[in-house]
């Protein structure tokens, strides 16, 4: 199993990602709204970045950090939802794909909980 982590820097897509995801069988996520670097910088007021910088940036708005325990067998399958949705990832502004490997999971598959019957 894998930790799937993408930063979708192009939120116009979000909800097209996330049906996309769960069409092709990826129905577990946790979505984030966050901040990348550039952005917090200019919120700040930092003289980092010029005014053009910002510009080509779009430090304006938050991205959305989607999260998701997959098998193994799945990034191909997201991979090609993700492309197929933002684009390619080495062009600016699109996002940023990243897994880890995970050596012990829990809680992903429910099950109904144990009756006082099937206890004894």
Not at 10 to 39: C, R
Request: aromatic share 4%; proline share 2%.
């Amino acid at each position: 199993m894998k930790l799937m982590i993408f930063i979708l820097n192009k939120n116009d897509v979000l909800d097209k990602l996330l049906e996309g995801f769960s069409a092709a069988g990826l129905k577990g996520a946790t979505i984030i709204e966050s901040t990348g670097l550039a952005v917090a910088l200019s919120r700040m007021g930092s003289n980092i970045f010029s005014a053009s910088i910002k510009a080509l940036l779009n430090t304006e708005e938050n991205n959305h950090t989607i999260i998701s325990i997959i098998k193994d067998d799945q990034l191909d399958i997201a991979r090609k939802v993700i492309y197929r949705t933002v684009g390619d990832l080495s062009l600016p502004n699109t996002g940023v794909l990243c897994t880890l490997p995970l050596d012990f999971v829990e809680g992903t598959k429910k099950r109904a909980p144990v009756t006082e019957s099937e206890d004894k």
